[in-house]
């Protein structure tokens, strides 16, 4: 039950926050006139799942569709970066083997 009329409870979630899932407590918050609470929810993408973030929109249907695009996308230039990340690092650490080989090699 809303602790007075206006007020809508929006749930706790996960979020991506500092390189990791971060619990983000629920809360009461007053109304948008003219919009409309849509809960963040869960979508299948190929074959893993994705989150999408709740947001305010209009009542008469803000297109979730165009939301849930923009959120794909940010999320899959946000998955580039961490594997272009991942193979620099993979591509740094070979090259310190590699020069710690070679001057293993020179000693002996």
Do not use: F, L, N, S
Not at 60 to 66: C, K, P, Y
């Amino acid at each position: 039950m809303a602790p007075r009329p206006g007020w809508i409870w929006i749930g706790g979630a996960y979020d991506w926050r500092g390189g990791r899932y971060t619990w983000v407590a629920g809360h009461w918050e007053h109304e948008h006139p003219g919009r409309h609470w849509y809960p963040g929810h869960w979508d299948r993408d190929g074959d893993h799942q994705v989150w999408h973030q709740g947001d305010w929109g209009d009542d008469q249907g803000q297109d979730q569709d165009e939301k849930h695009e923009r959120h794909d996308e940010r999320m899959a230039d946000k998955r580039e970066r961490h594997d272009e990340r991942r193979e620099e690092k993979r591509e740094r650490h070979e090259e310190r083997r590699d020069e710690r080989r070679e001057r293993h090699d020179d000693r002996q």
